[in-house]
């Protein structure tokens, strides 16, 4: 079965430190999306990609950088950890129209200390 | 950019009705999204609406009303397994964003 996968689960950094949470969908789609979750805010949205080499900002993008070189993942790399990163990021994937329902993966819990 | 309210929490009875009410502000909109989400758990896809009115799918019904900003989900006979969090979120007028509510966490009780 296609399904969409996120790793790692669960995630503990210091300060200062890069980190890379890995995306991957098996559905072939085109898009894919990186949110986070944190209390009192629900879910927004930090980057997107519409296929291969495209890119885009989200909501929340500052700090965060995204790269799209096939279609099955999007990594989301934290350039330099901060404690305000800490959160439930989650991955979400779409076929081609923009009102396609979206999928999402199990989520990354990370917490920078 | 796009403003989403739902309540934050409902308390419902196992085999009751309850509405969950989500109220919009954009400055574009192009259809209104409702996921379920259990605690611990990815969201998953309930409904989709883009033209007003009232779209029913087993036990769970969502209405639109774009003149107003509103949309609500209505779930019959409550179950405990519906115990959970229900996000509504706008569709951006480009169509290539989301805007989630802070979700209204829904507790059925027997």
């Known amino acids: 079965d296609a399904e969409i996968t996120q790793s790692p689960r669960h995630k503990i950094t210091e300060t200062g430190r890069q980190v890379t949470l890995a995306c991957h969908q098996t559905w072939n789609h085109n898009n894919m999306f990186w949110y986070r979750q944190d209390l009192g805010h629900g879910l927004r949205l930090i980057h997107y990609s519409y296929g291969v080499q495209d890119t885009n900002k989200g909501e929340v993008s500052d700090g965060y950088s995204v790269s799209r070189s096939n279609t099955e993942d999007l990594p989301l790399t934290l350039e330099s950890a901060a404690s305000s990163q800490t959160s439930v990021y989650f991955c979400?994937?779409?076929?081609?129209?923009?009102?396609?329902?979206?999928?999402f993966g199990p989520g990354t819990r990370l917490t920078v200390l | 950019g796009q403003n989403i309210d739902q309540p934050t929490e409902m308390t419902a009875t196992e085999g009751a009705i309850v509405q969950i009410n989500c109220t919009y502000q954009t400055s574009g909109f192009n259809g209104l999204f409702w996921y379920q989400q259990h605690a611990g758990e990815a969201p998953t896809f309930l409904s989709y609406n883009v033209l007003d009115g009232l779209e029913e799918k087993g036990r769970f019904s969502s209405f639109l009303s774009r003149s107003k900003g509103y949309s609500y989900l209505l779930l019959k006979e409550l179950q405990m397994k519906d115990s959970a969090s229900y996000l509504c979120a706008a569709l951006n007028n480009a169509g290539n964003m989301l805007t989630f509510g802070g979700g209204t966490r829904l507790m059925v009780k027997p």
């Open positions: 979400a994937s779409s076929e081609a129209a923009v009102t396609d329902t979206q999928y």
